[in-house]
């Protein structure tokens, strides 16, 4: 596709859950990051990805949320027995590798935990 | 500390006039980026602008510029004749060049502007 997709666009989930967010890059992207905005704020980031490498998962909140890019392209976001903090919109971006000019952002996954 | 702030919660602007939204910014990377991103009611984010740290050049995108005042750390965005399709969120973010942040933006809380006819 033209741009950066992700689904759900709307995920409603009861606490204690799993969720699972995916992510689709633009094609031939090697950069990816996974950014977490909470009602009112910025993004604040959660990991990153070079290719099928996480390079950087310091911003992940706590060992319930786990990203994974197993062939380099796809990204996946899990997040385990979701709590009511969590909800938030997930924001996937991309970019050239080497070229970090700009980053094209998905239109990002409402998660909402009741 | 806060790598990206932003002081206005809200701007309000008249259709066709320009407007100024503040950034300042926190870092002692000798080599960073600065971006605007709109994100209107959608939720989308849309890259607006992009100074890297070593441009001589204030960035120029349309009607959209970038005010960059390195020693004292501001980023302001300027829109120059503002259209009502310009309300929405307008967030300024930071891109450290060195060590282990690499290619992570730090954003600021966002400026919500409305322009009004």
């Known amino acids: 596709g033209a741009g950066v997709s992700q689904s759900p666009r709307y995920k409603v989930a009861k606490r204690g859950q799993d969720v699972a967010l995916r992510c689709d890059p633009i094609?031939?992207?090697?950069?990816l990051f996974w950014y977490q905005q909470a009602l009112g704020q910025g993004p604040e980031f959660l990991t990153y990805?070079?290719?099928?490498?996480?390079?950087?998962k310091s911003g992940l909140p706590s060992d319930r949320f786990f990203a994974e890019r197993p062939e380099g392209s796809v990204s996946t976001l899990k997040i385990q027995r979701t709590q009511q903090e969590d909800s938030a919109v997930y924001l996937c971006?991309?970019?050239?590798?080497?070229?970090?000019?700009?980053?094209?952002f998905g239109p990002g996954t409402r998660l909402t935990v009741l | 500390a806060q790598k990206i702030t932003q002081t206005q919660p809200g701007m309000f602007v008249q259709e066709k006039e320009a407007v100024t939204l503040d950034c300042t910014y926190d870092?002692?990377?000798?080599?960073?980026?600065l971006f605007w991103y709109k994100q209107p009611s959608s939720g989308e984010m849309i890259f607006l602008i992009y100074?890297?740290?070593?441009?001589?050049q204030n960035a120029t995108e349309g009607r959209y510029s970038l005010n960059f005042q390195k020693a004292r750390k501001s980023a302001n965005l300027v829109i120059s004749a503002s259209q009502l399709g310009d309300s929405a969120m307008y967030f300024c973010?930071?891109?450290?060049?060195?060590?282990?942040?690499?290619?992570?933006?730090?954003f600021g809380r966002g400026t919500q502007l409305t322009v009004w006819p």
């Open positions: 973010a930071m891109r450290e060049d060195r060590g282990s942040t690499l290619g992570r933006l730090y």
């Open positions: 094609s031939g992207h090697v950069s």
């Open positions: 100074q890297g740290s070593y441009d001589q």
């Open positions: 971006a991309s970019s050239l590798s080497g070229n970090f000019n700009e980053q094209f």
């Open positions: 870092t002692s990377d000798p080599s960073y980026g």
């Open positions: 990805f070079q290719n099928e490498a996480q390079l950087d």
